[in-house]
């Protein structure tokens, strides 16, 4: 559904609750808020209006345009929920449930994270270099003592 605030068009269908809108506002007319359990998104009072563009430039899923659509304007704030998604390691938000939903969509199942998608999504970005280093290390660790367990290997059969 579109809604109108702020001289803004809003798809809250697309939103995501990403927080880049809010950042690159120089108004401060976007503000997210993060709340236990839930991300808060609010369009309220300030914007330029037809003098700047940058939300809608930055919205990585294009739901904010400038303009008007037929109906009334929205009294501000416009305020939209998102339920926040848990590192599944270490138990942090770190983003909102719609956004990994939104990733999992786009990953090709042939791109290799060297876990399942939704695994590696459902991590911190901490977490997952933890688990690249372990994977990192198991590896080297492979790779210094297979060999010599093969040249053993040759050598006990000759
Ligand atoms: S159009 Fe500009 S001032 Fe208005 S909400 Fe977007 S970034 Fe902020
Ligand atoms: S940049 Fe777009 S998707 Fe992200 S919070 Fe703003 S409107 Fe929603």
């Known amino acids: ?31 997210v808020t993060d709340r236990a359990d839930r991300r808060e998104v609010r369009f309220q009072r300030g914007c330029r209006g037809r003098d700047c563009d940058r939300c809608v430039a930055v919205c990585p899923e294009k739901a904010l345009a400038l303009g008007t659509a037929e109906g009334p304007e929205l009294e501000p704030p416009l ?44 991590l911190c970005p901490a977490c997952r270099r933890r688990q690249e280093s372990r994977a990192l290390v198991q590896g080297a660790r492979r790779d210094l003592f297979l060999p010599q367990r093969t040249a053993q290997g040759h050598g006990d059969k000759s």
């Open 1 to 31: 559904m579109i809604k109108q605030q702020i001289g803004l068009l809003i798809r809250e269908d697309l939103c995501v609750g990403c927080l880049a809108c809010s950042r690159i506002c120089p108004e401060a007319a976007i503000v």
């Open 79 to 122: 305020i939209m929920e998102f339920e926040l998604n848990r590192c599944r390691s270490c138990t942090r938000p770190v983003t909102t449930k719609k956004i990994v939903a939104r990733l999992l969509e786009r990953t090709p199942p042939q791109f290799d994270l060297g876990m399942p998608a939704r695994d590696w999504l459902g």
